[in-house]
């Protein structure tokens, strides 16, 4: 596929799969954490007219001055921009004018294309399309949020399912050795993959399979929510604050624990992984199993064994940089390097990640305590 037919690909995508939304469900923003899906297809948008067609076609006017504070996101060398959490305040532009810009945007990138973009204008309209990829995984995190907090659990018409975990889990074996971690050959990555080398692992054993709700479900019974044995001590502080007891989405009615779905509030059922956990509560699950997560290089290492792809799996590490990581200057230098730090290493993909992204190098992190993303995990020891 060329970049301009990826290019259409993905900007197509992001606008179909937004075809279920009413117009109100566009601009709510119930959490810190949650972005609006207006946002979403606007920020998107706003990159590529930022560091594009700005860049690179010449006599492009922008669009409307006003955009780039609306919908810039944490690009400190793009300029001022709206707070986070106030995504959700802005009723304007509205969303018909949001999709107009989509449509500028694109209509001017076509006419780029046909100029023959230069090597480094390729490059960064590659970065784009992943960074929009990314942006359709976290739509739907945060629609699944907006809807999900709202009191008629209503449905939402996705082609997102997990399947059913096998009865018996079998562990796989990794030797003692050094073994080569980071990105290798010519296919994109990120620049927090980059920086190929080696580790020393002591041998150890995963399991082939993630958590299932079953299983979890022996946890919460067993009293695993009230035993602050089994926590860290920020984790114990986050769930006695929050009065937390269940997974995200989790809600018991009539004795029998339900979870909202895009198929709307259904019985949780018990063969498919569990999700919606924080780190905190991953842990204290494998500490009640008297086992533990694997870390991001053991992950990596058995990735080969293991069919990941069902949800992003916590691990055991900490969310740094490799050996001579570099940032790119300006803002694209931001992407990546200023966040490591407060936040923990997931591997895998999950049903909501684009194709394209599921690689064992993929290095995705957040907070410890965010649990609206779908995130299971996998036991090691």
Known sequence: ??????????????????????????????????????????????????FVLVKYLQGYEIYDEDFSYLFNSYYNNAGKRVLRPNRGLMTRPAVDEVYRYRKHVDQHMRRFFAEKPSEAAKAVILLGLQHEQQHQELFYYDIKYILGNQPTFPKLKQHLQLKEI?????????????????????????????????????????????????????F???????????????????????????????????????????????????????????????????????MRLPTEFEWEVASKHLNYGQLWEWTYSAYLPYPNFTKAPGALGEYNGKFMINQMVLRGASVATYANHSRATYRNFFHPQLRWQFAGLRLAK
Not at 1 to 18: G, K, P, S
């Open 1 to 50: 596929m060329n970049l301009e037919t990826a290019y259409t690909e993905t900007r197509n995508r992001f606008v179909n799969i937004c075809k279920g939304l009413k117009t109100e469900d566009y601009s709510v923003q119930p959490a810190i954490f949650v972005s609006p899906p207006k946002w979403h297809l606007a920020h998107s948008s706003w990159f590529f007219e930022q």
């Open 166 to 218: 096998s009865s018996k889990a079998n562990w796989i074996s990794i030797d003692k050795g050094l073994y080569a971690i980071g990105h290798q050959g010519d296919g994109f990555c990120y620049d927090n993959e980059l920086g190929q080398h080696q580790v020393h692992l002591e041998a150890f054993q995963i399991r082939d399979q993630l958590v299932s709700n079953a299983e979890y479900l022996e």
């Open 220 to 290: 919460m019974e067993a009293g695993g929510y009230s035993d602050f044995n089994l926590w860290h001590a920020e984790g114990w502080d986050f769930i006695q604050q929050d009065q937390i007891e269940a997974p995200a989405y989790w809600h018991k009615v009539d004795g029998i624990w339900h979870n909202y779905t895009f198929d709307g509030f259904v019985k949780v059922h018990p063969k498919q992984p569990v999700m919606h956990l924080s780190f905190y509560e991953a842990f204290a699950f494998a500490e009640w199993k008297q």
